[in-house]
């Protein structure tokens, strides 16, 4: 049984910071990319940043600046930083891992989701 447990969201006024958490656990063998995505009500899910083993990433232009990605590989943890918080950036935000489990099989999983609410 493999999972993704996220943590960190909550209600922020505008301009505020928020530190997401997501740690990955069970029979992993590795982890490829990590990251997150979000979903804002009536809107489909939208990469935010992706991070790979190597520490290479990939952000959208609406958080460049203001959100940082990093990861832990040896506790297969990926966090998120987010400063200077819109309202937009109100959503759902789950995360995302590619990942080989110990039977070799890979895998794509997704968190639960975490609630990220931006407002006054």
């Known amino acids: 049984q493999v999972q993704l447990v996220e943590s960190g969201g909550g209600l922020v006024q505008p301009g505020g910071s928020l530190r997401l958490s997501c740690a990955a656990s069970?029979?992993?063998?590795?982890?490829?990319?990590m990251g997150w995505y979000r979903q804002a009500p009536g809107k489909q899910r939208e990469l935010v940043v992706v991070i790979t083993s190597g520490g290479s990433t990939n952000y959208a232009d609406s958080v460049k600046g203001r959100f940082t990605i990093s990861r832990d590989n040896a506790k297969n943890t990926v966090y998120l930083q987010m400063n200077s918080l819109k309202p937009e950036d109100t959503a759902v935000y789950y995360c995302y891992a590619d990942l080989v489990v110990l039977t070799k099989a890979r895998l794509g999983l997704w968190g639960q989701g975490t609630q990220v609410t931006v407002s006054s």
């Open positions: 069970g029979s992993i063998f590795s982890i490829y990319t």
